[in-house]
């Protein structure tokens, strides 16, 4: 079997909410580009990441992948992102991409589950975090907007009703951090038997991280999340505070992390799908915290059904995943697979049984939510539109006032709620 095209397409999803974070805001909408590997046996493997930049990036590698046999990973490694090349060429996400479909091919050509290629699963389902943000109100409903304990409590109740959710994460940095304590112990207090996080985005600074750190020891953490920026800030943490520290941010690559196993400074890596290269990557390096007996996580990135699919193939064959996974996924109001959005049962989703990644393309779907790019743009992740002209330092010392906001002005946001609907999904019955 031989690549003989790749084409790589740009959509925006809608958001129930605009989501806030340490260094922007969602703008209501999530912005993804679809990759589709095609080859001479008719097989057709799919691929994503986020941004709405990368086409032509795409286009750039089909030199590299035109001939190429998407069994042969190790050399498809070498041939996009040689590590001696890396520095002017930083292909990591984009090699992500195609290992996703290729794996995808894979499985399919062999009629097997991507699982099935990477040792075989050992659950079932993989359970996932309520993932939690402060977030401004859809102007279509008035809805969704998060700045208070009370608001945040409530919504975490009602996503745990809905979803089974028993883990909860804050996405933090958005307000000063005495605020932002006020929320986090309230959301613990109102569910002591659930598990919590608290992830504000690297944005604290030492001493703050160690102050917020010392506030929250007493409950029922999973672990503290980039309170701080780098390795050296993440190590005086950990040995100021007496909870176990996670990042996203600092590990991940594998020379990081050989530092971070020399000089402990975290003790949970949240493996990427997107970040580290692949899920042959996230497996690789989940070895080598099982031998160090290093704890991991499955990390989001803002996924719409392809990559959270790679995320359950991966989640479902890593013997040491004891975390729920983080997920933005219940953000989406929509998916472009067929069928719709996969489903939460008890809290988890179930990994997918089909050929390859398990799911496939809803093409009216896919050229709707192109069309909405094609409208709408691309937005800035890290800029806060209701905030204009800030930005985000490191440490943050301009924090956010905790109010209510007039979500009119964010662009994009007022065609989202006069959107036609989507194309109707065919019958299953």
Sequence with gaps: MKITDLRATTITVPLEAPLRHSNGAHWGRFVRTIIEVDTDEGITGLGEMGGGGQPADFDGLKPYLVGHDPFELEALRFKIANPTASLYNNRTQLLAAIEFACLDLCGKALGVPVHNLLGGKVRDTVPFASYLFFRYAHPATGQGEIFSPGGLVQHAKELKERYGFTTHKLKGGVFEPAHELA?????????????VRYDPNSVLSVDEAIRFGRAIEDLNNDYYEDPTWGLHGMRQVRDAVAIPLATNAVVVTFEQLATNLRDPA?????????FWGGIRACIKAAGVCETFQQQICVHSSGELGIQLATMLHLGAVLPTLTFAADAHYHHLVDDVLVGGKMTYHDGAIAVPTGPGLGVELDRDRLEHYA?????LGSYAYDRDALRPGWFPLIPNSSWARPESADTSSIPGLAELAELPPPPPRPSTT
């Excluded at 069309?371 to 409208?375: A, D, I, P, Q």
């Design 183 to 195: 929320c986090f112990r309230a959301l613990a207090e109102a569910l002591p038997d659930d598990r």
């Design 266 to 274: 975290v003790d949970t890596i949240l493996l990427d799908t997107t």
């Design 371 to 375: 069309e909405l790019f094609r409208r």
